[in-house]
């Protein structure tokens, strides 16, 4: 123990806090010359009115001019949409029964809507789910109005008097603010921050025709709208497009592989030249020395005058080392924004046992995408479809109100690599009762309920006319190829 311990212990005590808090820093966080400081202290209400717009525009940007961004866009659709979230309504009796007649209403109320329910009538359902999923992940978010009942100047294209409006996220203003009344960039909220009203462009701001200001903003309640919105930050009020960490890679590539081909081209034109060698020996037969050679295959030129030599251009275009350099930055770009880099790339080399554990692992990333546009959007839509059919009186029947919200979403079919093996992973799975056949049917991107009809209907028609499939025997009937593989694998054994 020192003199100062003895002396001055509280001084002691400091000193030694002192000392543990610097051994035990955050090396991340010391400034040096390798390391930036990052100042940026910002809430992401205040760093998303600062770059949102400029990140939006250079998103379209890329979507429009860039292969690679479009493909990108068009994936993520593809495995979160697909050809359609379709509900499958699970209405059930007081005895807890599905309620088999009251679903089929729904469902055919359903179609009915969903061959015009956007406003302009341009759209049905599953296209206009498409085209939302779309501007959501380019854009960071998508705005949805719901019009039920009576709307003015307003035809519902069907029997369930229900339409919804796509808005873009440019008709709803970031630079709308006014903090005594709560309101942040177009939306005014709670003291909780709630969301409990958008104020929207009359006309887009876009348009060459329309210059709005916000002066020509209308109001749209809450409950009248859905903000669909990719947010990193918590109450962040408005979204960030998908591609803001990986515009900057993605102009880069752009520009390399545009350089490549231009270099590519050059090179390819270029063919070979006529090599001078000693001045004394070189004598011009006329009062130019230029010549112009018609290249052409197989030719032999012998019209060279002395001392002169044929060169050839050696080119090193294209660059050779530029599709590894390219894959390499397209898995960063995978990363950033959720797809898979064989997708993206359309590059399927690998093990099968590599192609399946990406495609697993992938499919659990679309799921959260999948997850969150089906729960925010979807049901929402499809929860005020429901209201508006009770409402209308157009369900006829018993039902257990409980369950009057009761619907599954389908998702688009995990594509399988080996149908044959995951066919018999899932069978055991419903035979050791750990799934269920109707699990598996979701799974598949199948309504378990119209299956089941279709089955009936076909073995109805079959035992009429006579025939007997081999899945008719209750029997698993393997390919020949399969049961020798496993004869052979026993013998080794």
């Not at 009251?102 to 498409?130: H, M």
């Not at 060459?208 to 903000?227: E, F, W």
């Not at 998702?411 to 992973?425: G, S, Y």
Request: hydrophobic residues 35%.
């Amino acid at each position: 123990m020192n003199i100062i311990e003895k002396l001055f212990p509280m001084w002691a005590l400091k000193r030694k806090q002192a000392e543990y808090s610097l051994k035990n820093f955050y090396e991340a966080a010391k400034p040096s010359d390798y390391r930036k400081r990052r100042t940026d202290i910002a809430s992401g209400d205040a760093a998303v009115k600062l770059a949102g717009a400029q990140l939006r525009i250079q998103a379209r940007h890329l979507e429009q001019n860039l292969d690679i961004a479009k493909g990108i866009l068009d994936t993520l659709v593809a495995n979160i949409v697909g050809m359609g979230v379709r509900p499958e309504f699970q209405l059930k009796t007081a005895d807890g029964e599905l309620a088999g007649e009251i679903n089929s209403q729904l469902l055919v109320l359903w179609n009915n809507w969903c061959r015009n329910p956007d406003v302009t009538g341009e759209l049905d359902f599953y296209s206009a789910q498409r085209l939302a999923c779309r501007s959501w992940l380019r854009d960071g978010e998508v705005f949805t109005q719901i019009l039920p009942g009576m709307v003015r100047a307003l035809d519902h294209r069907s029997t369930v008097p229900l339409s919804i409006e796509l808005i873009e996220s440019d008709l709803v203003p970031y630079d709308y603010e006014d903090t005594n009344k709560l309101i942040v960039q177009g939306v005014k909220k709670n003291a909780w921050g709630q969301p409990k009203a958008y104020y929207v462009y009359k006309e887009h701001p876009g348009d060459m025709t329309t210059m709005s200001s916000t002066k020509d903003v209308k109001t749209i309640n809450a409950d009248r709208m859905i903000h669909l919105k990719l947010a990193d930050r918590i109450k962040q009020t408005r979204g960030v497009s998908i591609f803001a960490t990986v515009i900057t890679r993605l102009d880069d590539i752009k520009d390399i592989e545009e350089s490549e081909r231009i270099a590519a081209r050059v090179a390819a034109a270029m063919t070979g030249f006529i090599k001078k060698g000693n001045p004394d020996l070189y004598t011009p037969t006329s009062g130019t020395d230029y010549r112009s050679l018609d290249m052409e295959p197989g030719m032999i030129f012998d019209d060279l005058m002395p001392g002169e030599d044929i060169g050839t251009i050696i080119s090193n275009r294209p660059n050779n080392q530029l599709i590894p350099f390219r894959d390499a930055q397209l898995r960063a770009v995978a990363a950033g924004v959720g797809s898979s880099f064989s997708t993206l790339a359309r590059n399927y080399n690998g093990t099968y046992a590599a192609q399946r554990q990406e495609l697993v692992e992938q499919y659990g990333v679309y799921g959260i995408m999948w997850s969150q546009f089906c729960e925010r959007w979807v049901r929402k839509i499809v929860d005020q479809f429901i209201d508006l059919a009770v409402l209308s009186g157009q369900l006829k029947g018993v039902y257990d109100e409980g369950s009057l919200y009761d619907v599954e979403l389908s998702r688009p079919a995990l594509v399988h690599i080996d149908p044959f093996k995951e066919a018999t992973a899932s069978e055991r799975l419903v035979a050791a009762g750990f799934t269920s056949r109707s699990q598996v049917q979701r799974s598949h991107g199948k309504n378990p309920d119209e299956t089941l009809r279709q089955i009936i209907k076909e073995r109805e028609d079959a035992e009429k006319a006579g025939v007997v499939f081999s899945t008719d025997t209750g029997k698993i009937v393997q390919p020949q190829e399969q049961v020798g593989k496993k004869k052979d694998e026993k013998q080794v054994e």
